[in-house]
C-alpha cells in the first residue's frame, strides 16, 4: 500500500484552504483509521500551528527538522553534509490524535525560491523526500500557499491529486483558470498527471444570495470540475479551535463545522476511489 499525495491550492489568501486540508485529513485518521501526514508548505506555519502548540514547535526545531530544512539543499560546499533524513522532520500524533502526523513548517521557507535557484531539479526535492514514508500512510496532504512559489511547485509535484477550496466571492473564477494552466504546464515538463479532485466550497453562508449566486457561476465556468457536494459553512468555531493547537473536530465535535468536515472525509474518499477506479481502466484500454 502506497501513501495518495493531495494537495491543496488557491492562489486566493484567507479563504479557509489550510483549515479545510488540516480538518480533512484531521477527520480521515479520526473517523476512518487513515493514516495520514500533513506537510506544511506555507512559511506562514498556519498548519503546523493548527496542530501543535508554539513550545511544541520551539522544542522540536531546537533539535529536529522542518519542512525548510528538508527542502534545503544550498550547503554545497560542506562536502561531508548529511543529507537531512524526512523521518527526522515528522511530528507524530499532532492535534490529539493518532496517526495524524506532520512536517511541520518555517519562516526559512519563504527564502527557498532564492536559494534554491540554481539548483537542478529543484521542484521534485519534496517528491524524492516524501517517496521515503509513501509506505507509511494512506494519505499525504500537503498544504500549500496562496501562490506559485517553488514550495507551491514541490508539492504539486509530489502530488497525485489536488483539491481546490474555493470562497464563493464574485472574483474567486479568476485565480482558476491560472492554477489549470499551471498544472498543465506541469504535468508536461515533469510527464506526470497531476488530476483534480473537485471545488470544494469553503465558508459557505447560504444566508447570503451573492454566495449562491456565485457558486452558480463557478460550476457553469468550470464544467469539467466535480463540485464537491459538502459545504463548509462559515462557523466562528472554526477560528477559534487554532488556540488549542487542535482541530475543531476534536475540540467542538457538535458544531456545523465540525460536521461538515465530518461529511467531507467521506465524499473524499467516495471520490477518490471513483478517481483511482477510473486511472486503474484507462491503463487497460
Ligand atoms: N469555515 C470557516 N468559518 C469561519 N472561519 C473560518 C473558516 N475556515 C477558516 N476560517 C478562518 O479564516 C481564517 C483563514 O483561514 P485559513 O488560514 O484556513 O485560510 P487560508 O486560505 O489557508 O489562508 P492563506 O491563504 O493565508 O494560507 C482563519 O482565521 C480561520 O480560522
Ligand atoms: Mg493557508
Redesign the pocket.
Not at 12 to 22: D, E, P, W
Not at 143 to 146: I, L
Not at 233 to 239: A, G, H, S, V, Y
Given at each position: 500500500m502506497t501513501a495518495q499525495v493531495i494537495s491543496s491550492i488557491?492562489m486566493?489568501?484567507?479563504?479557509?484552504?489550510?483549515?479545510?486540508?488540516?480538518n480533512l485529513a484531521a477527520s480521515l485518521a479520526r473517523f476512518h483509521g487513515k493514516r495520514v501526514l500533513v506537510v506544511d508548505l506555507?512559511p506562514?506555519t498556519?498548519?503546523t500551528f493548527?496542530l501543535i502548540s508554539r513550545e511544541t514547535w520551539d522544542k522540536w526545531i531546537a533539535s529536529k527538522l522542518t519542512l525548510a530544512d528538508l527542502m534545503n539543499q544550498t550547503d554545497h560546499s560542506n562536502l561531508s553534509r548529511v543529507e537531512p533524513k524526512v523521518q527526522d522532520a515528522i511530528i507524530k500524533n499532532v492535534g490529539g490524535i493518532n496517526k495524524l502526523d506532520l512536517i511541520p513548517s518555517h519562516l526559512k521557507l519563504t527564502f527557498i525560491d532564492i536559494s534554491l535557484s540554481t539548483a537542478i531539479s529543484r521542484e521534485t526535492i519534496l517528491k524524492r523526500k516524501l517517496s521515503k514514508v509513501l509506505s507509511e500512510y494512506d494519505f499525504i496532504f500537503c498544504?500549500?500557499?496562496?501562490n506559485l512559489s517553488l514550495s507551491t511547485q514541490n508539492g504539486l509535484a509530489a502530488s497525485d491529486y489536488y483539491i481546490i477550496?474555493v470562497?464563493p466571492e464574485p472574483l474567486a473564477a479568476l485565480g482558476l483558470g491560472l492554477i489549470s494552466n499551471r498544472i498543465k504546464q506541469l504535468n508536461e515538463s515533469l510527464e506526470k498527471e497531476l488530476l483534480s479532485l473537485g471545488i470544494i466550497y469553503?465558508?459557505?453562508d447560504k444566508r447570503i444570495k451573492e454566495t449562491e449566486i456565485t457558486s452558480l457561476e463557478i460550476i457553469d465556468a468550470n464544467p469539467q470540475e466535480y463540485i464537491f457536494n459538502t459545504r463548509?459553512?462559515?462557523?466562528?468555531?472554526?477560528?477559534?479551535?487554532?488556540r488549542s493547537s487542535q482541530p475543531i473536530i476534536i475540540t467542538n465535535p457538535k458544531s456545523s463545522?465540525s460536521q461538515?468536515y465530518k461529511e467531507l472525509a467521506k465524499e473524499f474518499l467516495e471520490r477518490i476511489d471513483k478517481m483511482n477506479d477510473s486511472k486503474a481502466s484507462d491503463l487497460f484500454i
Open positions: 488557491n486566493k489568501g484567507g479563504i479557509g484552504k489550510t483549515t479545510l486540508t488540516v506555507d506562514q498556519n498548519a493548527c498544504d500549500c500557499p496562496p477550496p470562497f469553503t465558508k459557505y463548509i459553512p462559515e462557523n466562528t468555531k472554526i477560528k477559534s479551535a487554532v463545522g461538515a
